[in-house]
C-alpha cells in the first residue's frame, strides 16, 4: 500500500514570495499523484494532478509540481503567492484503484501582506 | 450546474443518538466515497461504493453505515458505537474506479457530539 509524507505541517510566507509544499509519497507499484486545496469549512478541490508523461504539471492559477520518481517526491511550487492562497493543501497517491487513495496530513499555507 | 451537495452543513447531536448525513451527486459518477477529516490527520476513507446496492468497508468503518440505493444518493449514518464522531465528514465521487479519474469532494458536514 502506498503513504504520503507531508513534511510541513505549516508554512508560513509573505506576499509575493516564492513557497514550496514538500510532498514525498511511497510505492511499489506506479502511482499517480495529486494536490488538492481546501480553503476553511469547505471541500477540497483538485489543484493539478500527475497521471503520466511529462513530469511538471501546472494550474490555472500558477501553482505546478514535479513528479520526481527517483526522490519520491512531488512537491507544489509557486514562485509568487497571493494572500487569497492561504488555505490548507492535501497531497495525495493513487495506485489507480480510487479506493486506496491516501491523503497527506496537509500543510497549512499562510500568506501574510 | 454539476456537483455534490452535502446536507446539513453543521449538525450537533446527543450521546447515544444516531445521525444521518446526506450526500447527493448530479455528476454520474458510478463510485462515491465517505471521508473522515481531523486536523492534523489529513482525510480517512470510512465507506465507498463502487456501483448501487453495493458498498465496501474503508480504513475506519466501525460506528458508521451507509447505503446506496440510487446512483446519486450515499447517506452516511454516525451511529451511537462511533466513539469518537466528532469531525469534518466529506462526501466524494468519481467517475470510474480505474486509472487516474478524479475523485471530486462536496463542501463538506461539520458533526458534534454534545
Known amino acids: 500500500a502506498q503513504s504520503v509524507t507531508q513534511l510541513d505541517s505549516q508554512v508560513p510566507v509573505f506576499e509575493e514570495a516564492p513557497v514550496e509544499l514538500r510532498c514525498n509519497y511511497s510505492?511499489?507499484?506506479?502511482?499517480?499523484l495529486f494536490w488538492y486545496v481546501q480553503y476553511p469549512n469547505q471541500g477540497l478541490q483538485l489543484l493539478l494532478k500527475y497521471l503520466s508523461g511529462s513530469t511538471l504539471v501546472e494550474s490555472i492559477n500558477g501553482f505546478e509540481a514535479e513528479f520526481n520518481k527517483s526522490q519520491t517526491s512531488f512537491h507544489l511550487r509557486k514562485p509568487s503567492v497571493h494572500i487569497s492562497d492561504t488555505a490548507e493543501y492535501f497531497c495525495?497517491?493513487?495506485?489507480?484503484?480510487?479506493?486506496?487513495?491516501?491523503f497527506g496530513a496537509g500543510t497549512r499555507l499562510t500568506v501574510k501582506p | 450546474d454539476g456537483g455534490i451537495t452535502q446536507s446539513p452543513k453543521y449538525l450537533f447531536r446527543k450521546e447515544g443518538q444516531n445521525v444521518t448525513l446526506s450526500c447527493e451527486q448530479n455528476?454520474?459518477?458510478?463510485?462515491m466515497y465517505w471521508y473522515r477529516q481531523d486536523p492534523g490527520q489529513g482525510l480517512r476513507l470510512i465507506y465507498y461504493s463502487q456501483i448501487v446496492n453495493d458498498f465496501q468497508k474503508g480504513d475506519i468503518a466501525e460506528g458508521y453505515s451507509v447505503s446506496r440505493e440510487k446512483k446519486e444518493s450515499f447517506p452516511l449514518t454516525v451511529t451511537s458505537a462511533q466513539k469518537n464522531p466528532t469531525a469534518f465528514y466529506l462526501c466524494?465521487?468519481?467517475?470510474?474506479?480505474?486509472?487516474?479519474?478524479?475523485?471530486?469532494f462536496g463542501e463538506g458536514s461539520w458533526l458534534t457530539v454534545v
Open positions: 495525495a497517491v493513487s495506485d489507480g484503484n480510487n479506493n486506496d487513495m491516501r
Open positions: 466524494a465521487s468519481s467517475g470510474r474506479t480505474s486509472s487516474g479519474n478524479t475523485i471530486y
Open positions: 510505492s511499489s507499484v506506479s502511482v499517480y
Open positions: 455528476l454520474n459518477h458510478d463510485a
